[in-house]
């Protein structure tokens, strides 16, 4: 009898273990895509090969340049986290490196190919769809996802993103 209690208690405590170190892994991400990535802002500018990796609650993009890398983004549910710059929330990464009336989601939403501002807008065409967003004297959005290339280009703010698929 005391050695079934034994078993039953080393089991017990192996998958506990598991467990609680699965729990603390850090989750992959998926969809990871090779891109030519272009970031021209008056805060900065990059244009170099990358990588855009997704895992749906996690976007990840780093541009390379010479093998090395020049820039990290992380974007999470509440945060964007980049190289250059530390964490913060989305809003005031709008605030200080984009537009702060953009959307929270804005930056997420172009990496992803995901409609912006609610799809406000929205053109669908046969391999994608465009935007056209304005606001009087803050943003003059011109937004386009095709099958194998992202366009973001808001001339006011003078901000370029283009992601091209490889």
Not at 120 to 128: A, D, F, I, T, V
């Amino acid at each position: 009898m005391q050695v079934k209690w034994f078993e039953i208690l080393k089991r017990v405590t192996l998958f506990s273990s598991l467990l609680f170190l699965s729990g603390c892994a850090q989750r992959e991400l998926h969809a990871e895509k090779s891109a030519m990535i272009v970031w021209k802002s008056p805060a900065f500018r990059y244009a170099d090969m990358g990588f855009v990796s997704d895992n749906g609650s996690r976007l990840q993009v780093e541009i390379y340049g010479s093998g090395t890398a020049l820039m990290r983004l992380k974007v999470d549910k509440d945060s964007i986290c980049m190289s250059r710059f530390s964490c913060m929330t989305k809003e005031r990464f709008n605030r200080e490196l984009l537009c702060a009336s953009y959307p929270g989601d804005t930056l997420e939403n172009i990496f992803r190919g995901k409609p912006l501002f609610g799809g406000k807008s929205l053109l669908k065409k046969r391999n994608g769809f465009t935007q056209t967003i304005q606001k009087s004297h803050t943003y003059h959005i011109v937004y386009t996802v095709s099958t194998n290339q992202i366009i973001f280009r808001d001339t006011i703010n003078q901000i370029v993103i283009k992601v091209i698929k490889q």
